[in-house]
C-alpha cells in the first residue's frame, strides 16, 4: 500500500531509494535449546578448520573440559593438549565473529567468565574474548539505499575503532561524537553488548532542541577515482543545490530559524579506485585536497563528500549527529538526498509508517522504514519533516519557536496551517500509552498540511488539504515515529489524512478525535476523552543475575524473579502464577509461587534452582513463566542459562625437586575448576616417606586457589630416598587429586 505521491522521487535513478520494504534495526535473539551439552573427555579435537558443523556451545564446552585435563597432565602430555586447546580456542573465536552482527545475544550467552580464561595457557588467551570497559568516542552513521538502510554503531578508544553490536538498541539520545563508557564482550575489533543501557555518556554533544538553529557552515568536496574521473554534475550545480535549495528548504521548515552558507571546493582526484567502497579513505583524502587549496576545515559544521558512482551499495551515508558531522553523497546531488542526509546530521532518525490492514491501530502491523510519505526523511523527496521531528529539533515547543497545543481535557482545538510562520500552534500532542517499565510516553502528533512552499506538492491532494495528518511518537526512541492511515480501507498512501467530518477512536488511550473543518489556513479538531477502560497487557517478567552462572554440578543457584504488571489503570489487582521449565530431575522452587499487583506494580521473589549431582557438563537452560491468573493468555517469558562444570582439578608441585635432611619441604597444592582458582576448598595432604612411613596434614585454599604443606626433617627420623607428596582437594562435594615427588639426600 505504498503508492507515491506526486512528484515524489522525481530522479529515476532514486526513485526507489525510500520506496522499499521495512528493514528491522533490532538485532535477533535466538531461542535457546533446553538439552544439555556433553563435555568431550578426549584430548583429540579436530582442527579448527573441520568444526564447520560444530556450534559455538559445543566449542565452549570442548574448551573447558580440554584445559582440566591440561591443568592435570603432567608435563610430556601439555605440549599436545596445549595444541588441541589452540586449535579449538581458533576455531570459537572465528564463530563467535561471525554471529556478532546477527547474534550478539549468543556471543554474550557463551561468554567465558574471567576466571576461566586467565586459567587457559598463554598462547590460548589471544583467541578468547575479553569483557571490557572503554572509554572512547562514538560515531553513528546510517547507510541509505535502494534496497533500505543500516544503522551502525562505532566506537574509537585508544587509537582503535571497534563496531559495536547491540542486543537492544541504545538510546537515541546519543550522537556522533559523544564520548561514552561502555561495558561489553570483546571479540577481533567487534563488541557484543546487552543493551544499550550498557552505554553510558561521559559527555554529550550539543543536543537537538539547542544545536539546530541559525547559521550552518557546510564544506562541499567534489572528488573522483583514480580510475573514474567522471564528472556528473558541475561545482555551480552543487553550489546551488545546497546554499540555495536545501538550505531554503531548511529555512522554511525551521520557520526561518535554520539555514546553510559554506563552501564547495573540487572536483579532485584522490588515490582511491571506485571498485572499492571505503568512507574513511574518501573522507581523508577529501579533507586533505580541500586544505591544500586553501579550505579552513575548522570553520565548518558539517563535511559533504560528493563523488561519481562507485561500488558503495547506498546512495546517501550521513553521521547521525556530530561536530562536525559528515555526509557522503553517491552520484547524485539532490535536496532529496542531501536534506536527507543532513536531517540525520542534526540528529534525526527516519519517518516511518504502520499499515495495520483494515485498522488504523492494531496488533497486527507492519512499518515501513522510509514510509512516510510526507516527510523527507521518509519517502517524500521534497516535504517538510513531521510535527515529531520538528519538536526533536526544537523547530516546534521550543523556546520563540511556534507552539505545541498538548491535549489533556476535551474540546476543540485550532492547528495553524503546518508551513506557515507565526506563533499559533502548528499541531496538537494527545497522550496514546505510558510505558509501565520506564514511564516514557507515547504521543498522537495531529497537523495539518497546505499545499504551500515545499509542500507544494500536495496541491489536488484533497485527502491530506482537507483533513489532519496523525503520526505517533515516544519519547523513548526518536526511531519509533510512525505516520499511520486513517483511510485503512484504500490500498494507498496517498491519502492518509482523517477528513473533515471524520473520527479516529483509540478505545486503550480513550480518546475520539475527530477533524471538524480544514482549509488552507488550518484546521479544527475535536478532542474527546472517555473513562479509562480495562485493557489486558503481557506482563513484564526479568531474572537476575541474567548472565550464565559457571557452577558444579548439584549446586543451588538463587535468581531473583521481578514480574510487572501492565494493565492499563482502569483494570483491577491481577495474581501472577510462576512456573519454571528446568531439566527432568532438577529441582525448582519458588519463595512465592504467585505475585498480586495492581495495575503499573511490581514485585520480586526468588527462585532457587539445583541440578542433580549426576548432571552432566554443558550448557542448560532455564524458563519461567508468567502468567495472569485472571487471563492466562497474557503471559511473559524470559531465560537463563545454567552451566556446569565438574571438573576439580589438583595439580600438586614441589618447591625443589630435592632437599636435604637440615631443610624444610614446601609443597603447593593448586585447585581449579573449569580453570579458574577455587577459593576455600578443603586439602588434605598425604606424604609418604621413603620408608613407607605416612605423614598427614590439612590447609585451605586461599583466594588464588592454593594450600601449602611443609615439613621440617629430622636426621634422625627421616630416611634419605624419595618422597611421595599427594593432596586430595574438595568443595561442594566435589573432589580431585593430584601428587608429586622428591628426593630426600
Request: charged share 15%; glycine share 8%; hydrophobic share 35%.
Amino acid at each position: 500500500m505504498n503508492i507515491p505521491v506526486p512528484g515524489i522521487r522525481s530522479r529515476k535513478h532514486f526513485s526507489y531509494l525510500f520506496r522499499v520494504l521495512p528493514l528491522c534495526l533490532c538485532l535477533i535473539l535466538t531461542s535457546l535449546s533446553s538439552p544439555s551439552r556433553t563435555f568431550r573427555s578426549s584430548a583429540q579435537i579436530p582442527p579448527a578448520q573441520s568444526s564447520q558443523g560444530t556450534t559455538v556451545r559445543d566449542l565452549t564446552s570442548t574448551l573447558v573440559a580440554l584445559n582440566t585435563r591440561y591443568q592435570l597432565a603432567d608435563l610430556s602430555e601439555r605440549d599436545e593438549l596445549r595444541e588441541n586447546i589452540r586449535q579449538v580456542a581458533a576455531a570459537r573465536q572465528q564463530k563467535l565473529a561471525a554471529m556478532m552482527e546477527n547474534n550478539p545475544a549468543e556471543v554474550l550467552r557463551v561468554a567465558l567468565p574471567q576466571s576461566i580464561r586467565t586459567g587457559m595457557p598463554e598462547e590460548v588467551r589471544r583467541y578468547l574474548e575479553q569483557e571490557v570497559r572503554l572509554e572512547g568516542e562514538l560515531e553513528i552513521l546510517y547507510e541509505d539505499s535502494r534496497q533500505g538502510s543500516r544503522l551502525l554503531y562505532y566506537l574509537t578508544a585508544a587509537g582503535k575503532k571497534l563496531s559495536l553490536h547491540f542486543v537492544s538498541p541504545p538510546s537515541t539520545r546519543l550522537q556522533t561524537g559523544d564520548r561514552v563508557r561502555i561495558n561489553g564482550v570483546q571479540v577481533g575489533e567487534a563488541l557484543a553488548l546487552d543493551s544499550g543501557n550498557n552505554v553510558t555518556s561521559v559527555s554529550s554533544v550539543v543536543r537537538v532542541n539547542t544545536n539546530t538553529f541559525g547559521e550552518h557552515k557546510v564544506l562541499v568536496i567534489l572528488v573522483n577515482f583514480q580510475d573514474k574521473q567522471t564528472q556528473p554534475f558541475t561545482v555551480e550545480s552543487a553550489r546551488n543545490v545546497i546554499f540555495g535549495t536545501t538550505s531554503n528548504f531548511f529555512r522554511e521548515a525551521s520557520y526561518g530559524q535554520t539555514w546553510l552558507t559554506g563552501d564547495v571546493y573540487g572536483w579532485f582526484t584522490i588515490p582511491v579506485s571506485y571498485t572499492t567502497c571505503d568512507t574513511t579513505a574518501i573522507a581523508n583524502y577529501a579533507k586533505q585536497a580541500a586544505a591544500a587549496a586553501g579550505a579552513n576545515l575548522s570553520a565548518y559544521n558539517h563535511y559533504v563528500y560528493a563523488f561519481p558512482s562507485n561500488t558503495c551499495s547506498w546512495t546517501g551515508h550521513g553521521t547521525v549527529g556530530g561536530n562536525p558531522s559528515e555526509v557522503w553523497i553517491n552520484d547524485w546531488f539532490e535536496l532529496g538526498i542531501v536534506g536527507h542526509e543532513l536531517g540525520h546530521n542534526f540528529g534525526l532518525y527516519h519517518s516511518r509508517s504502520m499499515d495495520c490492514g483494515s485498522a488504523v491501530i492494531g496488533g497486527n502491523c507492519t512499518t515501513d522504514e522510509y514510509g512516510d510519505t510526507l516527510d523527507i526523511m521518509g519517502d517524500a523527496d521534497v516535504a517538510h519533516f513531521n510535527l515529531f521531528q520538528k519538536e526533536r529539533l526544537g523547530w516546534v515547543n521550543y523556546g520563540s519557536s511556534p507552539p505545541i497545543t498538548t491535549v489533556t481535557s476535551s474540546g476543540s482545538y485550532w492547528v495553524d496551517a503546518y508551513e506557515q510562520t507565526g506563533s499559533t500552534a502548528k499541531g496538537l500532542k494527545i497522550l496514546k500509552s505510558t510505558d509501565p517499565a520506564t514511564g516514557k510516553k507515547t504521543w498522537y502528533y495531529i497537523e495539518h498540511r497546505s499545499a504551500s512552499g515545499f509542500d507544494s506538492f500536495l496541491s489536488g491532494n484533497s485527502n491530506v488539504l482537507n483533513g489532519v495528518v496523525v503520526h505517533t511518537g515516544s519519547e523513548a526512541s526518536g526511531q519509533e515515529i510512525y505516520l499511520l492511515d486513517l483511510t485503512p480501507a484504500t490500498a494507498s498512501w496517498y491519502d492518509p489524512a482523517l477528513v473533515a467530518g471524520q473520527s479516529f477512536s483509540d478505545s486503550a488511550a480513550g480518546v475520539t478525535i475527530t477533524t471538524v473543518s480544514a482549509d488552507s489556513t488550518g484546521a479544527m479538531v475535536n478532542v474527546s476523552f472517555a473513562p479509562q477502560p480495562c485493557t489486558r497487557a503481557n506482563p513484564t517478567l526479568t531474572l537476575s543475575p541474567s548472565q550464565s552462572q559457571w557452577v558444579t554440578a548439584g549446586t543451588t543457584v538463587s535468581y531473583t524473579i521481578t514480574v510487572r504488571n501492565n494493565d492499563s489503570s482502569g483494570c483491577a489487582s491481577s495474581s501472577f502464577n510462576l512456573q519454571a521449565n528446568v531439566p527432568s530431575g532438577w529441582a525448582a522452587t519458588f519463595a512465592a509461587p504467585s505475585l498480586i499487583l495492581s495495575p503499573g506494580g511490581s514485585a520480586s521473589t526468588t527462585l532457587q534452582v539445583t541440578s542433580p549431582a549426576w548432571a552432566t557438563d554443558g550448557f542448560y537452560n532455564l524458563g519461567v513463566t508468567a502468567a495472569n491468573s485472571s487471563v492466562a493468555a497474557y503471559t511473559a517469558t524470559s531465560s537463563v542459562t545454567y552451566v556446569i562444570v565438574s571438573s576439580l582439578g589438583v595439580t600438586v608441585s614441589s618447591e625443589s625437586p630435592s632437599y636435604t635432611r637440615n631443610q624444610t619441604a614446601s609443597v603447593t597444592a593448586s585447585v581449579r575448576a573449569g580453570g579458574s582458582p577455587v577459593s576455600g576448598a578443603s586439602v588434605a595432604f598425604t606424604m609418604t616417606r621413603s620408608d613407607g612411613a605416612v605423614v598427614t596434614s590439612t590447609a585451605s585454599t586461599g583466594a588464588n586457589g592454593t594450600a601449602v604443606f611443609r615439613y621440617s626433617f629430622n636426621r634422625k627420623r627421616d630416611p634419605t630416598g624419595t618422597y611421595q607428596v599427594r593432596a586430595v582437594a574438595s568443595v561442594n562435594g566435589l573432589s580431585g587429586s593430584g601428587q608429586t615427588s622428591f628426593v630426600v639426600k
